[in-house]
T-cell receptor
Framework: GESVGLHLPTLSVQEGDNSIINCAYS??????FIWYKQESGKGPQFIIDIRSNMDKRQGQRVTVLLNKTVKHLSLQIAATQPGDSAVYFCAENKDTGNQFYFGTGTSLTVIP | KAGVTQTPRYLIKTRGQQVTLSCSPISGHRSVSWYQQTPGQGLQFLFE???????NKGNFPGRFSGRQFSNSRSEMNVSTLELGDSALYLC?????????????FGEGSRLTVL
């Protein structure tokens, strides 16, 4: 039968600009969120996490914002570099243990 | 510190066969999770093992099974392979025990079913 792939949102930015990647999560009971970066041919790589008792967390060049009211998560990347080109996933945890639910991902392309 | 190691990295099987994939977690990590990644469904949770016990299970048929050994290494098995089982199978380990925590992923085992 025909295989239908996920429609990956795409984002193209100029090198040096800031990037904002958005994610809508599904369960208001989720209390832990992670952003992952996946480069072609590799496994997902942890970027930053945030718990539901926070609304903002900053890392090196990255900031995650959590809006629980509208169940929205965003990842901001400052001064985007070519090496940032990858697919970015948000993941939510709403059960005990390490069962995470992943979003469909956003493909980020950085234009030199 | 060595990362999560998955073997084999690539394999090709035919319909009806079975396959076993192996995962060695980061030293000291006792939780091992498995995920299936396909273009059609994205990343989907298969199961999680902790201290040789299955702690959580995703919505996959019984053909998908796993186990964890006393050294925290884990294997997953898929029996009676179907074309739709072609995917990247990712293993992730975590240090956290009762609480949730960061997952460290391996590079994956890419399975092609012909």
């Amino acid at each position: 039968g025909e295989s239908v792939g996920l429609h990956l949102p795409t984002l193209s930015v100029q090198e040096g600009d800031n990037s904002i990647i958005n994610c809508a999560y599904s369960n208001s009971a989720s209390d832990y969120f992670i952003w992952y970066k996946q480069e072609s041919g590799k496994g997902p790589q942890f970027i930053i996490d945030i718990r539901s008792n926070m609304d903002k967390r900053q890392g090196q060049r990255v900031t995650v914002l959590l809006n629980k009211t509208v169940k929205h998560l965003s990842l901001q990347i400052a001064a985007t570099q070519p090496g940032d080109s990858a697919v970015y996933f948000c993941a939510e945890n709403k059960d005990t243990g390490n069962q995470f639910y992943f979003g469909t991902g956003t493909s980020l392309t950085v234009i030199p | 510190k060595a990362g999560v190691t998955q073997t084999p990295r690539y394999l090709i099987k035919t319909r009806g066969q079975q396959v076993t994939l192996s995962c060695s977690p980061i030293s000291g990590h006792r939780s091992v999770s498995w995920y299936q990644q396909t273009p059609g469904q994205g990343l989907q949770f298969l199961f999680e093992y902790f201290s040789e016990t299955q702690r959580n299970k995703g919505n996959f048929p019984g053909r998908f099974s796993g186990r964890q050994f006393s050294n925290s290494r884990s294997e997953m098995n898929v029996s009676t392979l179907e074309l739709g089982d072609s995917a990247l199978y990712l293993c992730a380990s975590s240090l956290r025990t009762l609480d949730t925590g960061e997952l460290f992923f391996g590079e994956g085992s890419r399975l092609t079913v012909l």
